[in-house]
């Protein structure tokens, strides 16, 4: 049997690894709740906007943001009722801002995929 060397495969597990290091997804994620929180609550009617949080909902290094309010108007307000049209509050903040959303984590995957080339 004859072995085979593959040239540059450490420098290429490096440049995998170093994409999927969670650290800088997890600061971008947490920015961009924290923006959409404070549009929100600028957004929000009445005192509603003061209930506005985010919570950190990951479990170990999986980045994962809530973004909302426990006082039951929230709710009412942003989905409606049966006799109640919805006024979201919430959805409308982040469909704006997820075309922006996804382009910043495009970046950071891209930008920690070409550190590390280490000859590849």
Do not use: H, Q
Request: aromatic fraction near 6%; charge should be positive.
């Amino acid at each position: 049997m004859t072995a085979v060397e593959i040239r540059g495969l450490s420098a290429w597990r490096n440049r995998l690894e170093a994409a999927a290091a969670p650290a800088p997804f997890k600061a971008a994620l947490r920015g961009e709740a924290e923006a959409i929180a404070a549009e929100a609550k600028r957004g929000a009617p009445g005192e509603l906007g003061r209930s506005i949080e985010v919570r950190d909902m990951g479990r170990g290094t999986e980045p994962a943001y809530a973004i909302g309010t426990l006082d039951p108007l929230g709710r009412i307000l942003e989905f409606g009722t049966l006799r109640r049209p919805a006024s979201p509050w919430l959805w409308p903040v982040l469909w704006a801002r997820l075309p922006a959303i996804k382009d910043r984590l495009r970046r950071i995957a891209i930008g920690a995929s070409k550190t590390n080339r280490g000859g590849v």
